[in-house]
Each structure stands twice: as structure tokens, then as C-alpha cells.
């Protein structure tokens, strides 16, 4: 475990060093990325500043929900998600043999290997947009911070989850990066409360496929009132890990190198 730790530190400092040797680039990068997360927030300050509104959600209830669903994006992408566009590029490259050959699992290399600073700035992003929305909200109680929290912890296994399966399909859909506008066409779902949806789609988000949780149930508990079916949800978010290692799994399986 120590060891794991350590090069997984490594790759950080080397891949922060690799954007170092060109800073303005870097934070220029960087402020664009948070910039960009702050378009969802906007439109829907602008919805209720013309005086349309989600039914049963003032403003900033609904920015708490977008916060903490860019807070799960701006911890899992620098720290996990990177793994996805790796994976595409080292098997569009042919090296992702060399990820192979190590003597550590592949699933952890690809990680180790994909961390990307620049997305530090969708995190930046949702903790300014969270502290706002904090601010205007009745403060939480100890047991709220605690389940929210802990259903934090869960929306980030749920991105973790969506990583694997993109990384999978990349070992197999050869250079295809359309893959991340189906993570954002079906993730974007996680940005808005489930209750505005029809009870389908609501249904889908929270038993199904657990969109939900990366920011409504999180945010729903941190207000005070937990979402019906919040405890199916997790169990729900565990079986969908579950399913997407052995997706990962399957895939890596059917990797065939470039060869010579």
C-alpha cells in the first residue's frame, strides 16, 4: 500500500513537473477550465433572475447541487479520470504495451500515468460555486455534514466507475474520444435536482444508472432532506463499480497490440 502510494505521488510530481516547463500555458489552462465549469451555474442564475425557477428549489439549493457535482469532477478528473484519455492515446500510440510490461497492475499504472493538472481548475471551480452556495443555505448540522460526506465519497466511486468503462471502450474503440461527450451527454443529468425530472428519468438516475449521486442525493443531504431511495442508491453505486471493473476487465482482455 505504502508503495502504491508512493508512485502514485510520483506521478503527480512528474506530471506537474511536465506543465511547469511551460507555466503560462499551465495557468492559463487552468483558469479556462474554471471559467468553463462556471457556464451550468450561470444559466441557471440567469433562469432565476428572470424569475423562472425549479419548482421546489430556490437558487442557491440548485447551485449547491451543481457545486457539489463539480467538486466529484474536479477531484476524480486530475486524480483519476485522466486514466481515460491515456488509455486512448497510448493505445492509438501503440505504447500502452509499456503499461503492460510493468510490474504493477495495469489499472493502477493508467492512473499513476494519466493524472492531469489542469483539470485542478474544475475543482477550484466547484469550491468557489460550493462556498457561495453554503453561504446562503441554512448551515448544516454535524449529522449533515457527516452523510453528506460520506455520499461524497460514494459519488466519487461512481465517477470512478464511469472512468473504467470509458478507458474500456478506449482499448477497443481505437482513438475514438467521442467517448467523453457520452460521459457528459448522460452525467449531465447529475447537475440538476432529480425531482425536476419525470419519474422515469428519476427512477433511471437513482436505481439504474446512479447519475443521481453525483450531486443531488450528495447535495440533498447537506440540505437537510435526504432523497427517498438515498441507502438503494449506494448499494446501487457499489454494483455499478463492481460491473465496471469487470467491464475494464473484459476489455483489457481484448487488447491486441500494435505489434510491429
Known amino acids: 500500500m505504502i508503495t502504491a502510494m508512493y508512485i502514485h505521488l510520483q506521478g503527480i510530481k512528474t506530471a506537474l513537473a511536465e506543465r511547469m516547463a511551460y507555466r503560462g500555458d499551465f495557468f492559463m489552462s487552468t483558469f479556462i477550465m474554471l471559467i468553463v ?28 447541487v451543481q457545486a457539489i457535482f463539480l467538486l466529484s469532477r474536479g477531484i476524480a478528473f486530475p486524480f483519476f479520470f485522466g486514466m481515460v484519455w491515456n488509455t486512448i ?3 492509438r500510440e501503440g505504447t500502452f ?10 489499472l493502477h499504472m493508467a ?29 448544516p448540522g454535524l449529522l449533515e455534514w457527516v452523510t453528506f460526506l460520506a455520499l461524497f465519497c460514494v459519488s466519487l466511486i461512481v465517477m470512478f466507475g464511469f472512468a473504467l468503462i470509458l478507458s474500456g471502450l478506449g482499448i477497443v474503440w481505437i482513438g475514438n474520444y467521442r467517448v467523453y461527450e457520452i460521459f457528459f451527454s448522460v452525467t449531465n443529468f447529475g447537475m440538476y ?8 428519468i428519476q427512477t433511471i438516475i437513482t436505481s439504474i444508472l446512479p447519475i443521481a449521486m453525483l450531486g443531488f442525493i450528495p447535495a440533498s443531504a447537506m440540505l437537510g432532506r435526504p432523497a427517498e431511495g438515498t441507502f438503494f442508491s449506494v448499494i446501487i453505486s457499489f454494483v455499478f463499480l463492481s460491473i465496471c471493473l469487470l ?14
Open 37 to 64: 465549469e462556471f457556464l451550468v451555474p450561470l444559466v441557471t442564475y440567469l433562469i432565476y433572475a428572470n424569475g423562472a425557477s425549479f419548482p421546489g428549489w430556490d437558487m442557491y439549493e440548485v447551485l449547491m
Open 89 to 91: 492515446e497510448r493505445v
Open 97 to 106: 504495451d509499456l503499461i503492460l510490461i510493468k510490474p504493477r497492475s495495469v
Open 111 to 139: 492512473i499513476v500515468t494519466g493524472f492531469d493538472a489542469e483539470d485542478v481548475g474544475k475543482f477550484f471551480g466547484g469550491a468557489i460555486l460550493f462556498i457561495v452556495s453554503i453561504v446562503n443555505v441554512p448551515f
Open 193 to 200: 435536482p432529480a425531482s425536476i425530472f419525470s419519474k422515469s
Open 247 to 260: 467491464f475494464w476487465k473484459t476489455m483489457l482482455k481484448r487488447y491486441t497490440s500494435a505489434g510491429g
